[in-house]
């Protein structure tokens, strides 16, 4: 009966020697940059090391360490850092620098409301989707007042899709002007009455 | 709120939408009634006053709310040969798989975390014994960890109940328990001895790290419990604790989607399995 | 009319509502849907069942349209060469020649209206015949 082996010891990964995480981020292997990015956080030094390292990084893998590391320090600063990642023309950063910071939320949530006045409106966007990270009250009023003012309707829609999830009774006023606003965009209508319903009047 | 109330359809959809999102589970309004009972019963346990006081709370993830109401709707016991269909998965395809790089008398080593109280792991080394034909051929290691230590304690004495056993057949408690009495089976010694326990915080990579290599983690329920951030960390964690090429397994109700794009997406006899990628050297 | 009824089209995006008002679109033109959040859960959709077409938005969580186009067309499966339409927010060069490059058959710029999805999704669905 006994097929099964009463197992041994467990061959432990080896763990990399502190003094070279610095050096094997920038220049390492694919799998020591990956390695050397899940223990920068260890060193006093770790976030301008990341940035460079991010700025150079191709690899996807070791791209979302990075990114994982700049999340666990949690700072008004590590989120600076991703930010600018939000402007890529790759997609795949896009998304990349998004997830890291909706695992940020209050890091990520000092820099909102000022992405979501950015000129740029695809930066607005993106940004309507870290307010569902935060508290609802606070997403609920960033949003409502980006709707008062947004000329976009795509925008308009990022930050509807979010208020019907956070959206209270004061949201409907907002919705409701919203929709006089844009009488051409059959969407933006839908969106508007189903984020209505589901906020509802109670 | 009490519990003669009903919900709305949309307060339905509100919510049906929030857990789509969050942890990838469905809910059709085929399902609504049901579903509604559990959540209007979670309303009154959390002593909310109305949907929308519950919707908040469920959404600020206050005292695990999300793994609370998702209990309420699911069996969330764990028994032995759950999910079976993923054991028939790991012996027809993911081993094969695994063994083609390997020889006989290499070790195989498979990874059950959280093991809760042993129901998994000791279910995989019977599932093997019983169902691979190259279980001699291969030393097969199994551990089994949890963050909880009582529940280690549990695992490693391997005493059962009625309900844990009920999809095992007669012969297969006879092969491998022996009965404490009417009520009670202890795993018998040889196979509490081939699978090894140990303490491990998912999120902690000191703690993941020293468990060494699978080929094979079962990390059923667990990860769609977890923030954002966590689900990060326990991911990469995970990446680092299979062999490149080796496979994990979730719960049936989970998926890899909501938590990270690090493994890729496979179909093994009608089951979605994630995988590390192979290293691409020349 | 045409008949699409045995006709499946995936939609992924990450906005509910927007999957919603595509799904109403579709339904009442008697194609079957089937949703999916972001790039890896149109992947594990894809792995399981079989489509005639998929919607696919650029910018959602984990795995966007463009890598989920990718993966698709560089895998050998039956389904790796259903066609595909992207649809997005930006109508700026770079997305649209990325989506062109990962092997989009169309691409279409957000908001888009009930009336023009269902007029592409016939169309692709026809050719896919
Ligand atoms: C619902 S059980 C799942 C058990 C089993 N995999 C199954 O599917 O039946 C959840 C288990 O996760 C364990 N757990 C919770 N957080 C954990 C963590 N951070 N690391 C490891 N285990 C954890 C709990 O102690 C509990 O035993």
């Not at chain 1, 301008?48 to 999340?71: D, G, H, M, N, W």
């Not at chain 1, 007042?145 to 795509?154: A, G, Q, S, T, V």
């Not at chain 2, 009495?181 to 140990?198: H, T």
């Not at chain 2, 960390?233 to 397994?249: K, R, S, T, W």
């Amino acid at each position: 009966m006994p097929l099964i082996r009463k197992p041994a010891s467990p061959p432990e990964t080896p763990a990399p020697d502190d003094r070279n995480i610095a050096e094997m981020l920038i220049e390492g292997s694919d799998d020591e940059r990956w390695t050397a990015a899940r223990r920068t956080t260890l060193l006093p030094e770790a976030l301008p090391l990341l940035t460079t390292a991010l700025s150079k990084e191709r690899i996807a893998r070791v791209r979302e360490a990075i990114f994982t590391a700049l999340a666990k320090m949690g700072s008004s600063e590590s989120a600076a850092v991703i930010i600018p990642y939000l402007r890529s023309d790759d997609a795949a950063q896009r998304t990349a620098a998004l997830d890291a910071l909706r695992a940020m939320p209050g890091a990520a949530a000092v820099h909102l409301p000022g992405l979501l006045k950015d000129a740029d409106a695809d930066v607005r966007l993106l940004a309507c989707e870290i307010a569902r990270v935060l508290p609802a009250d606070d997403a609920s009023r960033l949003l409502e007042e980006l709707i008062e003012r947004e000329l976009n309707p795509n925008v308009c829609a990022a930050a509807i899709e979010v208020l019907a999830e956070t959206g209270t009774a004061a949201s409907l006023k907002v919705l409701g002007q919203c929709a006089t606003r844009f009488p051409e965009e059959p969407f933006l209508a839908f969106a508007i009455k189903t984020a209505r319903d589901r906020i509802g009047s109670r | 709120m009490d519990d003669t109330q009903q919900i709305t359809e949309d307060e339905f959809k509100r919510l049906a939408d929030f857990l789509y999102r969050r942890t990838g589970m469905v809910f059709t309004e085929t399902k609504r009634y049901y579903v509604e009972r559990r959540i209007i019963e979670r309303i009154v346990a959390t002593s909310s006053r109305s949907f929308a006081g519950y919707f908040a709370y469920l959404r600020s993830e206050t005292r695990n709310e999300v793994e609370h109401l998702i209990n309420a709707f699911t069996v969330n016991e764990t028994y032995f040969y759950r999910e079976d269909h993923q054991l028939a998965c790991l012996s027809s395809d993911l081993l094969k798989e695994r063994v083609t790089a390997k020889r006989p008398g290499d070790t195989i080593r498979i990874w059950s975390v959280p093991c809760s109280t042993g129901e998994e792991p000791y279910s995989i080394a019977i599932w093997l014994l019983e169902n691979w034909k190259d279980v001699d051929a291969y030393d097969i290691e199994i551990v089994g960890s949890d963050i909880d230590t009582r529940v280690l304690e549990a695992a490693a004495e391997g005493i059962f109940g009625k309900r844990a056993l009920m999809r095992l057949s007669p012969e297969l408690i006879e092969r491998y328990f022996h009965g404490l009495d009417d009520e009670r089976w202890q795993i018998l010694e040889d196979l509490r001895q081939s699978v090894r326990f140990s303490r491990v915080n998912l999120i902690e990579t000191k703690e993941t790290r020293p468990q060494g290599r699978f080929d094979v983690i079962f990390c059923r329920n667990v990860l769609i419990y977890f923030d954002d951030e966590s689900r990060r960390i326990a991911a990469e964690n995970l990446y680092d604790n299979l062999l490149p090429g080796g496979f994990i397994c979730l719960g049936h109700t989970e998926s890899m989607s909501r938590i990270s794009p690090l493994f890729e997406v496979c179909r093994y006899s009608g089951a979605i399995v994630y995988r590390r990628p192979q290293e691409l050297r020349a | 009319m045409s008949d699409y009824s045995k006709k499946r089209v995936l939609v992924i995006d990450d906005a509910a509502l927007v999957r919603t008002y595509y799904r109403s679109a579709l339904e009442a033109r008697g194609f079957v849907v089937e949703e999916a959040l972001n790039g890896l859960e149109g992947l594990e959709k894809v792995l399981l069942q079989a489509f005639d077409l998929a919607i696919v938005d650029v910018n959602m969580p984990q795995m966007d349209g463009i890598t989920f186009l990718h993966t698709l067309r560089s895998k050998e499966l039956p389904i790796s060469g259903i066609p595909v339409l992207v649809t997005s927010t930006e109508s700026g060069m770079q997305d649209m020649a990325a989506a062109r490059r990962a092997g989009a058959n169309y691409y279409l710029v957000k908001p888009i209206k009930q009336e023009t999805l269902a007029e592409y999704a016939a169309i692709f669905c026809g050719a896919a015949r």
